[in-house]
């Protein structure tokens, strides 16, 4: 029986379009150092087999690794542009989170206040992560009230507050799934499906920000989490 195919959902062609225009508009340079990167490999690698004498070889060899590098450079510059369109939007942190891979569980806008500032919640192998969204000087008591709530619910395990942002001690929004997979792993898989139980007895009486949330913004996979 054939699959269904979703009218909405565009093709892998018109998706790397969609992303190169992306590219195009945060970083005009950007997709001419993505066909330098890839012939110039390529250039590298044919000249090594005209030194050695494997040229045919080396041709071959070097089409695979130039466009290995151009992937790799287009794809570290789609999430740079990514991000760009993000920052400053509302719910901008939920959106980089939930594009973390891994047994995660993102819980997005567990609170909110009337300055539109958020707390999302992260559950894992750290234990519980509470990231924040706007100020220092306003969410550091947000921070510390769900601390304490969560903590109700999840005795003795390990809860991280994190500020995302760009004000001083805060984690920049392209940092943010770097900061967070180089937490400790003080949880084991059937330890943080516990957590996660416990978790969703917490009431969800938190209204929505009045912000749209981003949508349609397909956040890079990042690093697995061993």
């Not at 984690?171 to 330890?191: A, F, Y």
């Not at 969703?200 to 956040?219: E, H």
Request: with cysteine; proline share 8%.
């Amino acid at each position: 029986m054939a699959k269904s195919v979703d009218p909405e959902k565009p093709g892998r062609i018109k998706q790397l379009r969609m992303i190169a225009q992306i590219i195009q508009q945060a970083n005009p340079k950007g997709l001419p150092i993505v066909f330098l990167s890839a012939v110039g490999t390529l250039a590298v690698v044919v000249v090594i087999g005209l030194v050695t004498g494997f040229l045919w070889y080396s041709v071959f060899l070097g089409v695979l690794l130039g466009l290995t590098v151009g992937l790799v450079v287009f794809g570290q510059l789609a999430q740079r542009a990514q991000y760009s369109i993000l920052d400053g939007q509302t719910g901008a942190a939920a959106a980089v989170l939930q594009g973390m891979r891994g047994n995660w569980q993102v819980t997005p806008a567990i609170a909110v206040n009337r300055d539109q500032d958020l707390v999302h919640m992260v559950v894992g192998f750290p234990g519980v992560v509470l990231v924040s969204e706007g100020p220092g000087n306003r969410v550091a008591r947000m921070l510390a009230a769900e601390k304490k709530r969560v903590s109700r619910v999840v005795l003795g395990i390990e809860i991280y507050d994190i500020q995302c942002g760009d004000g001083e001690g805060q984690v920049p929004l392209g940092k943010l799934q770097r900061h967070i997979m180089k937490l400790p792993r003080n949880l084991k898989k059937p330890s943080v499906n516990e957590v996660k139980d416990r978790l969703r007895s917490l009431p969800k009486n938190v209204p929505m920000p009045k912000g749209p949330m981003p949508k349609g913004v397909r956040m890079p996979r990042g690093p697995k989490m061993r």
